[in-house]
């Protein structure tokens, strides 16, 4: 991420597709940082799968992570940015990609890499009745499903049936065949429970091998029980059957398809030269013949002179060559030529621990070629996974303490996380003039989430504002994020948003560049604002070093009062909307230690606004609303019970967290404002029994766009959580309870 530069910068390069290629294209631009270039990864997933190990990760021999490679750490490495989005069209005459959920992305180069799916249209019925095996993602959440249904299907035999003969169908044949097998033994023992079988359009399976190694696989498909329909090429397709042109039917209760590879059809509907089956047509720099600022790698490129497999090896070998021509290219400097290898070697599993080896006439096989191929693997993948440490990281994430014992962390966070302490704002708000008006219904003198102050008779004026430095690589997201965080004061309050005002800080750089990074930021955020119906109606925008966005949201209350933090009665019951984390799961961002599904988590969780919860609030009389944001949990909830004048009793096992946050926080990795919330400890009567607890750090996390928290009559507080359970606040939870005051100071108590 680059959202945080001194140097300008003057192109934009965008890698659309985590391919083998890009990752390599990544890596080499972390090894050499250009500072002139500003990059960006735009992919549909955060993980990509290793094409060599997804057979083995299907036999289950390896886990999801074992074989996938984690975008996020990658990136952030090279200095990019990453989208995570699916690319659906490219508008070339303005240099633009089109997104499914975004607004369209500006490039200078771009970068293609987004690999190939089975061809399917020329099979009547296949794209509604067989599932490809690519994309890689949506074949596994399809064959998640599958499982499920097979745990429920009982004894009854199941057919599954494999179109494609090249090397791709016959290995995914074993590897799920043996993973069915290693999950329900028994089934295979009572006889023909799973019946698996291959549909192989030519004479031969596996054409591009030589004979010794067909043979083999032949052997090995027969000893396995897996029937072989050779010179079968199916071209029509019904719900449980598929018919060759020989007219020869084959049934299935699951239909997979694993033929040759077609290409996506928004290259051709570019304009951009593709070849017959619409790949992209480059020359031997990678460089698209029609389109100079356009490259393509992997099975998404043509070559204008030569056929080259579509394979993962290929793919792999040509991005050192792009990454070096996209540098090459931006500085408009010659580029070299790729050379692609005339004979490789595969190495291709059997489902067990067991491979053959193929190279131009040779084969050999036995369980040393597995063995052979999986430190292979596992070498190409540690090339991405262990990457150079950044300087910071290893002393950074630990609080230190200065002369007079205070804890100062070194690395700042980004977010909330870049709140000022709560004792350093409350001392310098007591050393300001605080002038009153009448007008004035919620100020200063008893501050709330945002400012009340009556316009006319029957409705007031809300009015909040924040300032939030970027904290993720993506600023479409930054900016919906940050709305969403603004305009949940307004909502903590009771009242509708109704119009906002944007200060954007965007980093140095050329003015298209600039242009692109505000574009893409405000795009974001008003996105947003439209969703609630709130008018932008005006703002400031500046360069600085870091990206960051700050608004005022003005909010209307009618005929109503605000909810207010001074309004929890004993035995309320507490309820919090969102798990907490996001502050700890931003620190290891910034610190190259969050994985990228963790990442996704927390933000899947900071993106969701809380004007769909506001009515059930409201319906079911929620009182001493906040949202919980800066001064973490136990901040809020102190507020809360202070203005209200009584305690609060915690259950800390049911204070919901966010998927890694315990264990990030157990590592030492805390946001940079922790160590100023932490002082809030000593609103806990019982601190000391809970320190050990897993969610105690959690407890103090400052949170960016959190969850609201409120109390709520016992009798209500069921019903209210189903209700918001029901329309899909998953992560809500009662967290405990308001008692009455047992002396003079508030307290909480955890148990
Ligand atoms: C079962 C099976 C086993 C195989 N085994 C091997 C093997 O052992 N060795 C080998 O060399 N090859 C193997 N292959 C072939 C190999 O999978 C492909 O050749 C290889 O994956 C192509 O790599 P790539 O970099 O071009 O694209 P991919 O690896 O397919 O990567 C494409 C990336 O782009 C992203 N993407 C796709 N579409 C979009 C979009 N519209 N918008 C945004 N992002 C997008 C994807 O999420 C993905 O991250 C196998 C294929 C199959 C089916």
């Not at 019925?125 to 596994?140: D, H, M, N, T």
């Not at 400031?540 to 870091?546: A, C, D, I």
């Amino acid at each position: 991420m680059e959202l945080n530069r001194t140097t300008p910068a003057v192109t934009n390069i965008v890698l659309l597709g985590g391919g083998h290629a890009h990752v390599e294209v990544l890596r080499q631009f972390g090894m050499n940082r250009v500072p002139e270039v500003n990059l960006t990864l735009l992919s549909s997933q955060t993980h990509t799968a290793y094409s060599g190990m997804l057979p083995g990760y299907l036999a289950r021999h390896y886990s999801y992570a074992e074989s996938h490679l984690d975008l996020l750490p990658l990136s952030q490495f090279a200095g990019a940015q990453f989208y995570r989005d699916r690319v659906v069209g490219l508008d070339l005459a303005r240099r633009r990609i089109l997104c499914a959920r975004r607004s369209p992305v500006a490039f200078d180069l771009l970068s293609i890499n987004t690999g190939s799916t089975p061809r399917m249209a020329a099979a009547l019925g296949a794209e509604r009745y067989a599932i490809p095996i690519k994309p890689v993602e949506s074949f596994l959440r399809r064959w998640a499903e599958i499982e499920r249904e097979l745990s429920g299907a009982g004894r009854r035999p199941v057919r599954f049936l494999i179109v494609g003969g090249g090397a791709g169908g016959v290995e995914l044949s074993l590897s799920l065949q043996h993973r069915l097998q290693r999950r329900w033994p028994e089934r295979f023992e009572t006889g023909n429970s799973f019946r698996f079988a291959v549909a192989a359009a030519s004479p031969e399976i596996m054409p591009t091998h030589n004979v010794r190694v067909r043979h083999r696989f032949r052997e090995l498909l027969a000893v396995r029980g897996i029937e072989l329909f050779a010179a079968s090429r199916v071209v029509r397709v019904e719900p449980d059957r598929a018919v060759d042109d020989q007219g020869r039917t084959h049934r299935f209760d699951y239909l997979f398809w694993v033929t040759e590879a077609a290409a996506p059809k928004w290259l051709r509907e570019a304009g951009l030269e593709v070849d017959k089956q619409g790949f992209a047509v480059v020359d031997d720099r990678l460089r698209s013949v029609s389109h100079p600022e356009i490259f393509a790698a992997g099975d998404v490129a043509s070559f204008q002179s030569r056929r080259c497999p579509k394979s993962g090896v290929y793919a792999v070998r040509q991005g050192g060559i792009l990454a070096r021509n996209l540098r090459y290219a931006a500085g408009n400097e010659p580029l070299v030529a790729y050379r692609p290898q005339r004979k490789f070697l595969s190495l291709i599993s059997t489902g067990t621990q067991h491979a053959v080896a193929s190279r131009g006439r040779w084969a050999v096989q036995g369980r040393w070629v597995w063995r052979l191929k999986d430190w292979i693997d596992r070498r190409w993948m540690r090339r991405y996974r262990q990457l150079p440490a950044m300087r910071e990281e290893d002393e950074s994430h630990r609080a230190g303490q200065d002369a007079e014992g205070e804890i100062v962390p070194t690395m700042r966070c980004a977010g909330c996380g870049a709140k000022i302490g709560r004792r350093a704002l409350t001392n310098v708000l007591g050393r300001l003039p605080n002038r009153s008006d009448r007008s004035i219904a919620v100020g200063l003198e008893v501050p709330d989430d945002a400012a009340v102050f009556s316009v006319r008779r029957d409705a007031s004026l809300v009015q909040s504002v924040d300032h939030l430095p970027s904290f993720i690589n993506d600023p479409y997201l930054f900016g919906q994020i940050a709305a969403v965080h603004c305009l949940s004061d307004i909502l903590a309050m009771g009242a509708e948003p109704h119009s906002a005002q944007i200060v954007a800080v965007v980093p140095f750089g050329r003015e298209a560049v600039v242009e692109e990074l505000l574009f893409q930021t405000l795009s974001g955020a008003a996105r947003t604002l439209d969703e609630h119906q709130t008018a932008l109606i005006g703002g400031h925008s500046s360069e600085g070093e870091r990206l960051a966005l700050g608004m005022t949201i003005n909010g209307l209350l009618r005929q109503r009062l605000p909810w207010r933090k001074g309004n929890l009665r004993p035995d309320d019951r507490l309820i919090l909307t969102k798990p907490l984390g996001s502050g700890i799961l931003l620190a290891a961002f910034m610190r190259r230690r969050c994985p990228g599904r963790w990442l996704d988590g927390a933000i899947e969780q900071m993106v969701r606004s809380h004007a769909s919860a506001v009515p059930v609030l409201r319906n079911y009389g929620a009182e001493g609303v906040t949202d919980c944001t800066g001064f973490g949990l136990i901040g809020h909830l102190a507020e809360l019970i202070e203005a209200s004048g009584v305690d609060a009793a915690l259950d800390i096992d049911r204070v919901p967290i966010m998927e890694g946050a315990a264990s990030c926080a157990e590592r030492g990795i805390v946001s940079s404002l922790y160590p100023q919330n932490l002082q809030r400890e000593a609103t806990i009567v019982n601190c000391e029994e809970y320190r050990r607890h897993p969610h105690y750090p959690a407890l103090f996390d400052p949170q960016t766009s959190g969850g609201l928290l409120f109390g709520i009559g016992e009798n209500r507080a069921a019903a209210c959580l189903r209700e918001l359970r029901k329309i899909g606040w998953d992560g809500a939870a009662a967290i405990g309870a308001v008692t009455k005051p047992a002396g003079r100071n508030p307290r909480l108590y955890l148990r």
